[in-house]
């Protein structure tokens, strides 16, 4: 049976006279909270204040979710708003539904069906990531690797230079590394790194999504230019730091 969007409401003003309204002492009354569920891409919520009225969204995935696990939800969304730490009971009780292997793949199928992925092109003006992906395979996969969908980013992002999207099947590189200024070596490494998600799937352990297992990193290590890729990244960093330091 889904939640009313009076009991709703309820654990949210439940979940700020907790934590005390945080700093600002911000304490809504029940009428200021507004509950929905809404059909996100996945299984995400959000929570914002607008003109002294809190709004709360909550993925439709938790229209049938037990009343303990609202609950716990809306003392993690709050602890979020208020920058306090939500109690650990409520972040176990939330993670533990939250992670069960049947809402995972529900969520995976909403993202496909209701989200919408980017895509460009594979070919950049300075490497193509096809020809990368299928020498990487051959290499380091024994070339029985699925190619998934490569596109290079639509925006030069440099805070995430490659992310692996396993509902839609995906990798995506940053176009800032479509660069000559960016050896070939470093990108097929970020190529690398990605292609690894796929060999190495998310791991639930304990309540949590690990993406980097041990297993993972044992692979990543043996890379054959690994400390050199991890010393280009640190150099990169460092320079986005001493960057974004001078414009302060």
Do not use: C
Request: glycine residues 4%.
């Amino acid at each position: 049976m889904s939640q009313s969007n009076l009991h709703l409401s309820k654990v949210i003003h439940d979940a700020f006279r907790h934590f005390g309204g945080g700093r600002k002492r911000f304490q809504p009354d029940l009428a200021a909270i507004e509950v929905k569920f809404y059909p996100y891409a996945g299984l995400h919520h959000t929570i914002r204040v607008r003109a002294g009225r809190v709004y709360v969204r909550i993925s439709d995935l938790l229209e049938s979710a037990p009343p303990e696990v609202i609950r716990a939800l809306a003392f993690l969304l709050v602890a979020r708003l208020l920058s306090r730490k939500a109690p650990r009971d409520h972040e176990r009780t939330y993670r533990a539904y939250a992670f069960k292997p049947e809402l995972l793949r529900a969520s995976d199928l909403t993202r496909r069906q209701r989200g919408r992925k980017m895509i460009s092109t594979s070919s950049g003006r300075v490497y193509d990531l096809e020809r990368m992906f299928a020498r990487l395979n051959r290499r380091h996969f024994g070339g029985e690797m699925e190619m998934p969908v490569l596109t290079w980013s639509q925006r030069r992002t440099r805070s995430i230079l490659g992310h692996h999207d396993a509902a839609h099947n995906t990798i995506t590189i940053s176009k800032t590394l479509d660069s000559a200024d960016v050896p070939e070596w470093f990108v097929e490494y970020i190529m690398f790194h990605e292609m690894l998600h796929i060999k190495h799937p998310a791991r639930i352990i304990k309540g949590r999504r690990y993406y980097h297992t041990q297993a993972f990193r044992t692979d990543e290590r043996n890379y054959p230019r690994y400390q050199q890729a991890q010393d280009w990244l640190d150099r990169v960093i460092r320079r986005r730091q001493e960057i974004r330091a001078r414009a302060a």
